[in-house]
C-alpha cells in the first residue's frame, strides 16, 4: 500500500526575516551549541543515575530533549556551510526542530535534578540556543 503525503511548503524570502543574516555567526554558535550540547548529556545523564532520588519523568525528558538538541543543533550550520548562496532559508528547517526542541526542554527543565555545574551548563546551551533565534524570527505583519 502506498501512502502519499502532500504538504505544502511556505517559500522563504531573506525579506520576510527581521534581522539580516549573520551565517558564520550562526555557523559558531551551531557549533559551539553541539559542543556544550555533548557535554550536558553525559553530565545530566550521570547525574540522574548517581541522584540520590528517584528522577522523575520530566527529567528523563529533559534528558531526552538534551539529546535530541545534541543531534540536531550541529545541522543548523551544516545547512548554512552546505548553501552559502541561501544560508537562511535552507537551515530554517534545522533551526525549526531545535526550537522545538529547546522549548520542550525549558518546559520540562527542574535545575533542582541537576548538580550546579550541570545546571550552568544547560542554562548556556539555552542562552546559546537563544543567541540563534533572533536571525529566524520573522517580520511581525
Request: glycine share 2%.
Amino acid at each position: 500500500m502506498a501512502v502519499l503525503v502532500a504538504g505544502c511548503k511556505t517559500p522563504c524570502y531573506e525579506e520576510s526575516f527581521s534581522i539580516p543574516f549573520d551565517a558564520a555567526k550562526v555557523a559558531q554558535l551551531s557549533h559551539e551549541s553541539y559542543k556544550v550540547a555533548w557535554n550536558v548529556e553525559y553530565w545530566a545523564r550521570m547525574n540522574l543515575y548517581y541522584a540520590p532520588f528517584h528522577p522523575t519523568r520530566l527529567d528523563g525528558d529533559a534528558v531526552f530533549y538534551i539529546r535530541r538538541l545534541r543531534e540536531q543543533v550541529s545541522w543548523i550550520a551544516r545547512d548554512i556551510e552546505k548553501h552559502p548562496a541561501t544560508a537562511r532559508c535552507s537551515s530554517k528547517k534545522s533551526y525549526d526542530i531545535v526550537a522545538f526542541d529547546a522549548m520542550m526542554l525549558k518546559r520540562r527543565y527542574q535545575p533542582a535534578s541537576f548538580t550546579p555545574s550541570t545546571d550552568a551548563n544547560i542554562e548556556k546551551l539555552l542562552s546559546l540556543l537563544d543567541q540563534i533565534s533572533p536571525y529566524y524570527e520573522l517580520k511581525k505583519p
